[in-house]
């Protein structure tokens, strides 16, 4: 995983739990007590162990906190590349163009990304269904992704996770329904 997401959850616990905390996830979770750069990747592993620690640290269930960091993390994304966004005007543009427009430019701007599959599709004016598959299994991160991508847009959105690969499904889906 690359760096950029590390920065992404250390700023999210810095703003919450302070920069003792993160110290603290830190010297448990992280060899060395790295500083994560953007451009670099990171095992997994070590992303899952420092989520791992802020989900006890909140006694909080973990995709609740991935769900929450996903949220944020839209933000920090955005407001890293907002080139990458620049022709997506609206929310439904945004979400079909993740595959084909986003991650393509993220696979041309970081070395080896770690990327998943999403594919979306329109049903009708207020419902969108998004499949996502990919080994991390990060479908609780994705889920707040696209409620991040929804605040971007002021817009009021419910997703329902109608099949998970946590619970021995082939890949997850998202049933998004659009409330404005
Ligand atoms: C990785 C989904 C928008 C850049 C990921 C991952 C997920 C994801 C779930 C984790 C890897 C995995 O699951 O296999 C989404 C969704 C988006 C979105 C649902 C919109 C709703 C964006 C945007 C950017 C971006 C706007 C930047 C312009 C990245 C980067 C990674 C990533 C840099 C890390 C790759 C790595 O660590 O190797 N994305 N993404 N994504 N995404 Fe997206
Ligand atoms: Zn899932």
Redesign the pocket.
Known sequence: ??G??FRSLEELVVENLGMGAWNALLDEHSPEHRSYVSAV?YPDEELFALANGVATKMALPLPEVLGVF?RFL?GS??A??PT??AELDTFEK??LA?DSV??V??AKL?D?????Q?DAKIVNDSEIV?E?R??????F??EG??Y??ADHYNKQIEISHTSCMHNEDDHCRFVVTMLS
């Open positions: 995983m690359k950029i997401i990747s996903g839209f994304l955005a890293k590349h990458v966004l945004l979400i993740i986003i991650h430019e993220v970081y080896e990304p770690n990327l998943p999403i998004v996502y990919s080994p991390r299994k990060l479908c991160c994705a992704l696209i991040g991508a």
